[in-house]
Each structure stands twice: as C-alpha cells, then as structure tokens.
C-alpha cells in the first residue's frame, strides 16, 4: 500500500475527556488521504483503553513516561508515514473540509520547504480567532494573532510563525530540522521549529479556509508553576539559540526590563519560586544552547536585517501595559446574538457559515 498523503499526529496525555470531540471530527473528514497516529504521554485516564476500544484503526503509541511536547511528538514523527505530517492538539475539533481544502493548496505547491497553518477558532466563541499564526516581538515574547473576528480572516498569504497546535509540516523538512528541540520539554518550541524552517528558506502560509476549533490550554491549564517555568526558561532559549547578536544587543534593554516585570507579576501570583527555578534553569541550558545555536546559523540562508524582518514592531511601552492591564473579555466584544444563544444553553461546537 502507497504512503498516505496526511499522517494526523495527536498527542495526549491525561486528555480522554477531549478525545471524543477530536477523533471524531477526524475520522468525519471528507478527505481520507490520511493515517492518524496517536501519541499518548503515559496518561492515567483510560485515554488508551477508549481510543483501543473506539478508534481501532487508529495506530497508538504509549510512550513509558510523559515526554512533553517536544520529545512526544518527535517520537510519533518517526513512526509517521505521510509526506505531511499534521500536528493537531487533542483540545481541537475539526470543520469537515479542513483537510481537503489543505490539501488543494499542498497540491499546488508541492515543495518540502512548505508549512500550511489552518485558521483556529475560539470553541466557546467560534466567530473569534483563537490563533491565524504566530508573531514574535524583538525582545522575545512571541503571541498568537487573536480576538480578531474570523471574517477578517480571508485570505490565503504568508506569515511567520506556525503554531503547532494545529500545523502540517513537509515530512523531510522536520527530518531536516531534527524536528523539535526536545529540551525544550513544553512551550516555545513551535516557535524554535518555524524560526529554525525559515532560516533554511521555508514558507510558512495560512489557510483561512481550513477552520479549527480551538479549547485552549485544556491540558495544561492557564495558570500554574509548571507553565510559568518552561515558559520563562524556553523563552531566553529561544532568542539565545535563534537571535542575531545583533538583535540580542540592540533589545537587551527591553528583555532586562521585561524580566523586572516578569518577577512582579509572577511573585504577585505566588510563583516566586517557579520564576527563580526558570532563571537557573535557562543560565545551567546556555552552553548546550550556544552549541545548537552555532549549528543553526552555520546552516542559515539569511543574514540579521532579514531576521528582523519577521519580528513584530511595536512601542515598547505601549506594549508592556498589556502585561499588567487586564485582559479583553471576548464577551464584550461578541455580537449580541451569539451570546443570546450561549446564555439560553445552545451548542457552540459550530463553526461559523
């Protein structure tokens, strides 16, 4: 039998709850041109008892212990037979055409320098983007463009940043790339893989069209020492592996001035000691950073004027009020007849028409 075109990787650890909703909208897809791997971090939910019992053809793979991110899906990549492999969180859902209409512009532009990113939505407020792509700012604090409404959202371009919640990459360009850092455990290391892909001449384009639902930070959570570490400590890796001295000097200032907020914000929050943990983690990870960092820029096609190019600019000080301003209640903003129908308990797993 020929390879599939997709092979659909999920990764899951403790997410049995969310698997119904995710597997589901995958094997309702119009497109079968696919494999679905599952990946499975050693969760104690019964999660592989049901995808055995439910979703049989699926091929499971039980890691011994949970590997995070990175490594979980560095293990599923290796047993993937597709030419694209399709990273989808097990907090999504996805619109019945998403794969057929990836696989229209895949079949235009055939080429293992190529990511597709399909446009996520908000699962409780599916008018609203939960991410179109991500963005990166100069002194290191990468963001998802969101809030936006999905209508504004049209249009097949390039952007810069690929968020792994629900990306396809070339198959041989993640073998290229080694796929994800693996030390980088969780957080950020989908902003490593698409700064690493650029960097030897990849493309990284949004599909509006293809439409994901989005829960967001279902597994993780929002709020926890555990994020705010990998976060903190991933962050510093990411420019000290990915950044031009160049870049690194000229916003040292600001990153200096974001860590004095950083500390403010996060020992307000009772995570004195996750910040600290995070500091000594990152300076310990400087050598072998400085190593892959060497690697990555011997190998590079582009020089530090390109490099800032793909870096959102921003005042600084207007943007660092958004640390310590509370955040917008999509509420707020949402037509009044969606939130007539959220108030009166009716379905929001629906995707806009």
């Known amino acids: 039998m020929k390879n599939p075109l997709f092979s659909i990787l999920v990764l899951n650890y403790n997410g049995k709850h969310l698997l119904p909703d995710c597997l589901n909208s995958i094997s309702n897809q119009n497109f079968n041109d696919y494999?679905?791997?599952?990946?499975?971090?050693?969760?104690g939910d019964g999660s592989t008892t049901y995808i055995r019992e439910n979703f049989p053809k699926a091929k499971l793979m039980e890691n011994p212990e949970n590997f995070g991110f990175a490594k979980g899906n560095n293990a599923g990549i290796k047993v993937c037979k597709g030419e694209w492999i399709f990273f989808l969180n097990n907090d999504t859902v996805l619109e019945q055409?998403?794969?057929?209409?990836?696989?229209?512009h895949i079949e235009n532009r055939k080429s293992e320098q190529l990511v597709f990113v399909p446009l996520m939505l908000k699962a409780d407020f599916p008018e609203y983007v939960d991410s179109a792509g991500d963005m990166l700012y100069p002194w290191g604090y990468a963001y998802k463009y969101e809030n936006e409404s999905a209508s504004e959202f049209s249009e097949f371009k390039e952007i810069n940043f690929a968020c792994c919640g629900a990306a396809v990459f070339n198959r041989e360009l993640l073998e290229k790339l080694n796929g994800f850092d693996e030390d980088f455990f969780l957080y950020y290391e989908d902003i490593d893989l698409s700064l690493r892909a650029k960097r030897l001449g990849a493309k990284i384009f949004l599909v509006p069209q293809a439409k994901v639902l989005h829960k967001g930070s279902a597994t993780v959570g929002k709020k926890n020492s555990h994020r705010l570490y990998y976060i903190e400590r991933n962050r510093f890796w990411t420019k000290l592996k990915n950044f031009p001295f160049s870049t690194l000097l000229k916003y040292a200032p600001h990153s200096f001035i974001c860590s004095l907020f950083s500390l403010a914000i996060w020992t307000k929050r009772g995570f004195l000691g996750s910040w600290l943990k995070s500091r000594f983690a990152m300076m310990f990870g400087i050598p072998k950073m400085l190593r892959k960092r060497r690697k990555i820029f011997a190998e590079s096609k582009i020089n530090a004027k390109e490099f800032e190019k793909w870096l959102r600019k921003e005042k600084f000080f207007k943007w660092l009020r958004t640390l310590v301003s509370p955040p917008i209640n999509i509420k707020r903003r949402i037509a009044p007849d969606i939130e007539n129908q959220i108030q009166n308990g009716n379905s929001v797993f629906k995707f806009p028409k």
């Open 97 to 104: 055409d998403c794969l057929e209409l990836l696989f229209k």
């Open 35 to 43: 494999e679905l791997v599952i990946i499975d971090n050693n969760s």
